[in-house]
């Protein structure tokens, strides 16, 4: 018996809080944590919205019941099964999504693009930037890690030039001092510099902390 694969086209599914004008100066890209869908993660970025600034929020590929056989459904970006494929799909989607978005506005040189990405978010927002030279000013990981996997050799300058900034609440449940410390010592040994910010609360996107990024 052998496993095969093709590819395939399907539609994928984001949320946008603002619209896309001249007017229209920075764009952020926000990636849901697991078992979310944007048009709900998308809510907490509302106090960030006003006539220059855009947010995008993707959603990932793949969707489920969160508990059971029906019910609140949610959507993840990836599984251990045939990671590699998923991981290439979910870049490519995102990569199409970022032109349909940013090539047609005029002088989107001067835009100023974030990609944030938020629990499992994390590590997809950070194998997205590295998987296609496309502008972003800076990458946010939000409660989560770079993703292990990357070639961090390879991939230093373009993660350097993206400002990390890693972003924690003080009483996060999944994620401890221990981690965060192993996390940073991680990247301080790959030589990737980064900023750390720490706030007041839990596993969730704060929206206070988001105004003053």
Known sequence: MKKLSFKTQRTAHYAQLGMVSDKTKEIWFVLHGYGQL???????FKILENEERVIIAPEGLSKFY?????????????????REEEIED??????????????????????TIKVLGFSQGSNTASRWVVSKNFKVDQLILWGGDFARDLDFNFHRERLNS????????????????????????????????????????????????????
Not at 38 to 44: A, E, G, Q, V
């Open 38 to 44: 944007s048009d709900y993660f998308i809510r907490k």
């Open 66 to 82: 969160v508990k059971g056989y029906d019910g609140r459904i949610g959507a993840n970006w990836m599984t251990s099964e045939s």
């Open 90 to 111: 979910y870049c490519h989607y995102l990569n199409q999504l970022y032109d349909f978005i940013v090539t047609d506005i005029s002088a989107a040189e001067k835009l």
């Open 162 to 213: 993206s400002k990390p900034l890693l972003v924690y609440g003080s009483d996060d449940e999944f994620i401890d001092e221990s981690r965060i410390n192993s996390h940073c010592s991680f990247l301080d040994q790959h030589k990737i510099t980064y900023k750390l910010k720490k706030y007041a609360g839990g596993h969730s996107i704060d929206p206070e902390t988001l105004l003053i990024l």
